[in-house]
């Protein structure tokens, strides 16, 4: 059978611009409309661990890096004083008792003289209880607040995790409410990827993830946790007068605004060690791609 001359070209080149369609559509598909993105960190909460009390810090029970776990003291605030402190309260607590009962005392003679006893010496006797009673309670919540100072002094992690920027020393003074170390949260480790606002609508909460660590051989999995309701408007201010101020510069190419996916790793990749800050792709396996 004779083919027209040229025909193995023409069939030739269909099947090169064919394939070369199909790649096309293919890597269309896979770069602009597949939920993926190189932009991920791996990210956890941050514990900023501060004293509630002030004072001479008296002995350092980690060092930076250290694996602890809740419950674990980290330092402790010289006791003496705190030590001190509730002896006191608890002989003001003494005297104050003493004091009730004096007065309890004087109200029941009182009423057992009322005959003789005049309704103003009733009156008085029964708000002197009254009195008595009140400093007593007070005494006492100043008993448990020396103890609760003394409890404190030891300063406690309040999550499993790991010791960062320890640079705290025996000696050192602290004060309350200011931090001295940050503690991450080993149990809420995730990824986060910030994905394309274009690309949000093909991601769906429970998705399964695909993660690649850089300098990692291996591959991590996991699932969409949430997506963020909202992110910085950058363009917009708040002006003097309490109204919105708006930008007015416009460029023709509009960049896709960068959305937060949160990625909750499965337990065997929650098991595996990992740095806060590592950079990592993620792709949502969508069933499209998987």
Request: proline share 4%; glycine share 6%; with cysteine.
């Amino acid at each position: 059978m004779n083919y027209p001359p040229g025909l193995g070209r023409v069939i030739l080149t269909m099947i090169v611009v064919a394939t070369a369609a199909v790649v096309a559509v293919g890597l269309w598909n896979y770069y602009i409309e597949a939920p993926w993105t190189r932009d991920a960190r791996v990210r956890a909460d941050v514990v900023q661990i501060a004293p509630d009390v002030s004072g001479l810090v008296d002995a350092v029970l980690v060092h930076d890096n250290t694996i602890v776990h809740k419950g674990d003291v980290l330092f402790r605030v010289d006791r003496q004083r705190f030590v001190l402190a509730l002896e006191q309260a608890e002989a003001a607590v003494s005297g104050r008792q003493a004091v009730l009962e004096q007065a309890r005392r004087e109200v029941e003679r009182s009423q057992d003289l009322r005959e003789f006893a005049s309704r103003q010496r009733v009156e008085l006797d029964r708000t002197a209880a009254n009195q008595a009673e009140a400093a007593c309670r007070q005494a006492l919540a100043d008993r448990d607040l020396a103890k609760l100072n003394l409890e404190r002094s030891e300063i406690k992690a309040s999550v499993n995790g790991v010791i960062s920027n320890l640079s705290l020393q025996p000696g050192d003074y602290v004060a309350s409410g200011k931090p001295v170390m940050a503690l991450i949260n080993t149990d809420s480790i995730r990824v986060e990827g910030y994905f394309e606002e274009t690309k949000i609508p093909n991601i769906k909460i429970g998705d399964s993830a695909m993660i690649h660590m850089m300098g990692r051989p291996n591959v991590f999995y996991g699932t969409v946790d949430s997506i963020a309701g909202g992110i910085e408007d950058r363009e917009r201010t708040e002006g003097s007068g309490l109204l919105a101020n708006i930008n007015p510069t416009f460029t023709w190419v509009r960049l896709a605004q960068r959305v937060p996916v949160r990625i909750k790793l499965k337990e065997a990749a929650a098991e595996t060690p990992l740095i806060v800050g590592q950079t990592a792709t993620v792709q949502i396996l969508t069933p499209s791609t998987k």
